[in-house]
Every structure is written in C-alpha cells, then in structure tokens.
C-alpha cells in the first residue's frame, strides 16, 4: 500500500515568499505529524494531529508557521515571508493511533530553501 | 519527555554485533521506549519499541534493564547498509515523539 507521501520533494523560494508544504498520510492513520531537520541536525518537532482534537502546536517556531489538516486527513503545513533559517528538510509521519506502541511512517520530506 | 542520552558516535565492523546504548534514568512506568532510524536523506525508520521485557523482530533486539533506566539495541549481524543515525526515544504518555541528535554509526567494511 502507499505509504506518507509529501510534495513537492524540493522546494526553492525566495526570502519573503511564502510557501505550502502537503502531507498525505497513510489511509487510516487518525494521527499525524510535521517535523523539521536543518542539516547535520536532529528532528524538530512542530506540530501533531490527533482526529478532531485540537492540534498541538507547541512546536512551531514563529507566528510565521501554521498547518491545517482536512478531513482528518491531507495536511498543508505553511509558512509566510520565508526566512533563510527556515531552510530544512520537513518531515511528515502519520500512526494509526495514539495508544500505546505506535509506529510513525515517515514521508520521504520536502527539501526547503530559501534564497 | 523522559530525557535519553546516546553516544553521539559509534563504529561497528561488518558482521559484528552492534550494541547502541541508551540512558533513559528518568523514565515513568507506562513509558515505552522507541527506537528509530534515519538513513541519509531519509525519513526515520521504525525499529523497535518494548516497555519491560526484552523484544526482537526481524530488524532487531532490544534489551532493556530491569529497572528500566537504560536499554540497548542490538544490530545482530551489522551491514553496511545498517549506517544511520539510531534515535532512542521514550515519549511521555499523551505527549510527542521528541527525537534527540541519536547516535551516528558507521559499520566498517
């Protein structure tokens, strides 16, 4: 079965552009996340959904970065007037649930950058 | 989150066993530990996950202490396509995966 898929896979942008980032999550999965990874770095966290619940976006960096995700499903994750350190690679996972011993399936990432 | 401490760096040579540990002191009861990997220029991979007793699956053993403040992932028999940056990650229950720097290793032709 497909897996997470996010689009585009590179995305080059000018400093005060903005941009959309999507998420396809697995079929199901009733949770889903967005992360950040600058080069050399560890996961960043950004923000998770859970079903109808409210998002926890306890990890977005900037008043600049918002998501939203339809239907329980697809997720757009976007950021206004781009900076050059919001260059990364930014990861979307979805599980099927929230219990105990879930798995996160990870998308393949969109490359940022920003000139 | 219960905090996790890794190496930042391990060598393993090819074939070998490789032993990745994992401090976990603060860990709660109810937290599982996760482990995950991450390939270069790919999204994490899922290895592993237990909570008290010892698991493997087809990618992996993971032991972990009886008091349950440190764990070690077991590659059995290491290849070179097993160089990758290893996460351990011990979420609180209702809270994130919170992903550390993890442990680069390298396994050595």
């Known amino acids: 079965g497909a897996g997470v898929s996010q689009s585009p896979s590179n995305k080059v942008t000018e400093k005060g552009k903005d941009v959309e980032l999507r998420c396809d999550p697995i079929s199901g999965h009733t949770a889903l996340y967005w992360y950040r990874q600058s080069l050399g770095q560890g996961l960043e966290f950004l923000i998770y959904?859970?079903?109808?619940?409210?998002?926890?976006k306890s990890g977005l960096p900037s008043d600049r970065f918002s998501a939203e995700r339809t239907g329980g499903s697809v997720s757009t994750l976007t950021i206004q007037r781009t900076q050059q350190e919001d260059s990364a690679v930014y990861l979307c996972a979805s599980s099927p649930d929230r219990l105990m011993g879930e798995k996160l399936f990870f998308g393949s990432g969109t490359q940022l950058s920003v000139l | 989150d219960a905090k996790t401490t890794q190496p930042p760096s391990m060598d393993c040579a090819e074939g070998r066993a490789a032993n990745l540990p994992c401090n976990h002191s603060?860990?709660?009861?109810?937290?599982?530990v996760y482990w995950y990997r991450q390939i270069h220029s790919q999204g994490p991979q899922y290895i592993i996950h237990?909570?008290?007793n010892n698991e493997t699956n087809e990618m992996a053993s993971l032991i972990i202490t009886e008091d349950r403040k440190s764990s070690t992932l077991i590659l059995p028999h290491a290849t070179l396509r097993d160089t990758a940056v290893y996460y351990c990650?011990?979420?609180?229950?209702?809270?994130?995966?919170?992903f550390g720097t993890g442990t680069s290793l390298t396994v050595i032709p």
């Open positions: 959904f859970q079903g109808n619940s409210a998002p926890d």
């Open positions: 990650i011990a979420p609180y229950t209702g809270n994130q995966f919170y």
């Open positions: 237990g909570l008290k």
């Open positions: 603060t860990i709660s009861g109810n937290e599982y």
